[in-house]
């Protein structure tokens, strides 16, 4: 690899500086600073009501903050005024839920094709093709006739993965995705998102499975109220955090 | 020409003690049918209008356009508020006569008792409807519509595409009472001479002695027609089923 080619893949994809964001009295961001690099895995751990989801939802504009910039490639985030501009924003954004929010009243395939076709314009044809891959990438493409509710909740996540990337996105918002699972589910979820990360997804996960971002991500943010505490590689943060309150919820995990 | 069967059940029916004479009169027989058929018509045009009504004022009702969502807010409390008699008299007596004049005589006016009676109870039932409706539309889970609007869905293509048909899975069983209801509510027709069955057995009894008998025939069509609806929404249930969701 060359070394302009280095750089390019170093690039910022995603910057969030100083955002705040309040639900009423309850002041849930608290001047957030956080950058993506293009390529790069990013997971966000902390403690329950830190904030996580909320970050989360920042960046694809479902939530506007209050004070602070949000920028992804080259939109600002903070500054969109129209849906329109919203919606070309989330084209570029795959976000998958931790309650998987599929369609209920449509076939697993049916899931994947209804944006690329409704949203980006693709031929039914063509969408369908493409979905089948997808579907056969997360180990479900003989489910393309079943519906969400008659899926264990591990295939209905990897299903709202695939949906997530028909949409051909530069970047994948995580939240939570494995918090709602059976234990023996998580792992078929897991390695999903390991090959995606592997393949050059960028990729923003906030999570609970210490352990998985220890190992996928390049790069570790510790959240709490609000704030970011710490931020580092997976080895620093897990194994040598700085900050003490790093240092307490690594350790009561550990326990 | 009456069928052969048609003497002897007028001949079996009396040695109950039941007049079913008019039968045998090709007149009011023939009339009587005709009342029939257009209980028949009225019903499933108004479902079909009052079906679109609702959904277009739900839609209204959960928008976020204040100009949208209170008139349709106010629109659902006068129906809902006042006899649906009054509404049908109002419109014939009131709306009729103001459109005549607007277009400078009634004989220039192209709307009958029956336009306004299927006028009328669309409105009426499509405001019910769309009650039926904003519950399922609220109904909705918050993640759906999150995950509709990360995907790129605009307002509108999320109501399209997820609210919508999920909101009329919810609503059905209700849409379905509104239906029966609404079947039962063209005899209200019968006030302003529209020829719907109610209003042919009455030209009937008014001429003899069979009051009784025209009120079991009365019954008999409605419970048909009903049941019909029930049976239809049913089957229609059936086929909205999602599988593996909420049971």
Same mark, same amino acid.
């Given at each position: 690899m060359s070394e302009s080619?280095?750089?390019? %893949? $170093?690039?910022? @994809?995603?910057?969030?500086?100083?955002?705040?964001?309040?639900?009423g009295a309850n002041h849930v961001l608290k001047g957030i600073d956080l950058k993506v690099r293009k390529g790069d895995a990013v997971s966000i751990i902390g403690p329950s009501g830190s904030g996580k989801s909320t970050l989360l939802r920042c960046i694809n504009g479902l939530l506007t903050p209050e004070r602070g910039e949000v920028?992804?490639?080259?939109?600002?985030?903070?500054?969109?005024?129209?849906?329109? %501009? $919203?919606?070309? @924003?989330?084209?570029?954004?795959?976000?998958?839920?931790?309650?998987?929010n599929l369609f209920p009243h449509l076939t697993v395939l049916q899931n994947v094709v209804l944006a690329p076709i409704r949203i980006l314009g693709m031929e039914r044809a063509s969408a369908e093709r493409e979905a089948r891959e997808l579907l056969a990438r997360v180990c479900l493409a003989d489910k393309d006739e079943a519906y969400p509710g008659q899926l264990s909740g591990g295939q209905q996540q990897r299903v709202a993965i695939a949906r997530a990337l028909a949409m051909h996105p530069e970047l994948v918002l995580f939240d939570e995705v494995t918090s709602a699972l059976d234990p023996e589910t998580v792992g078929e979820v897991l390695s999903v998102i390991r090959q995606l990360v592997e393949d050059g997804m960028t990729s923003l996960l906030v999570t609970h499975e210490m352990r998985f971002a220890e190992e996928v991500s390049h790069e570790v943010v510790f959240t709490e109220g609000g704030e970011i505490v710490e931020h580092g590689t997976p080895r620093d943060i897990f194994h040598a955090p700085r900050n003490p309150r790093t240092n307490a919820f690594i350790n009561a995990l550990r326990n | 020409m009456p069928e052969s069967w048609l003497p002897a059940f007028v001949v079996a029916a009396k040695s109950v003690g039941l007049n079913y004479a008019f039968l045998l009169n090709a007149f009011e027989r023939e009339a009587w049918l005709k009342g029939v058929v257009v209980s028949v018509e009225l019903s499933f045009l108004s479902i079909a209008s009052s079906l679109l009504v609702g959904?277009?004022?739900?839609?209204a009702l959960t928008s976020e356009r204040p100009w949208l969502a209170r008139p349709a807010r106010a629109f659902v409390e006068i129906i809902r508020n006042t006899p649906t008699l009054v509404q049908i008299f109002c419109a014939f007596f009131v709306l009729n006569m103001l459109v005549?004049?607007?277009?400078?005589g009634p004989q220039n006016n192209p709307l009958t008792a029956y336009a306004w009676v299927v006028i009328v109870l669309s409105l009426h039932f499509g405001a019910y409807h769309a009650e039926a409706l904003r519950a399922g539309i609220e109904a909705v889970p918050k993640g759906m519509r999150e995950s509709a609007a990360s995907l790129g869905f605009s307002r509108r293509g999320r109501l399209i595409h997820v609210e919508l048909p999920l909101a009329f899975r919810f609503a059905w069983p209700s849409l379905i009472n509104n239906m029966v209801d609404l079947v039962k509510a063209t005899s209200l027709g019968s006030a302003i001479a529209v020829g719907e069955v109610t209003y042919a057995s009455l030209m009937i009894w008014v001429n003899g002695d069979n009051?009784?008998?025209?009120?079991?025939?009365?019954?008999?069509?409605?419970?048909?027609?009903?049941?019909?609806?029930?049976?239809?929404g049913g089957w229609v249930e059936k086929r909205l089923r999602m599988p593996g969701y909420g049971h």
């Open positions: 080619d280095k750089s390019q %893949e $170093r690039q910022t @994809l995603v910057q969030l500086r100083n955002v705040h964001l309040s639900f920028v992804v490639g080259d939109t600002p985030v903070h500054a969109l005024k129209s849906e329109a %501009e $919203r919606i070309a @924003l989330r084209k570029r954004i795959g976000f998958v839920f931790q309650q998987y | 959904l277009v004022i739900a839609t005549s004049q607007a277009l400078g009051v009784l008998e025209l009120m079991i025939f009365i019954f008999l069509v409605y419970a048909a027609l009903t049941l019909f609806v029930v049976w239809l």
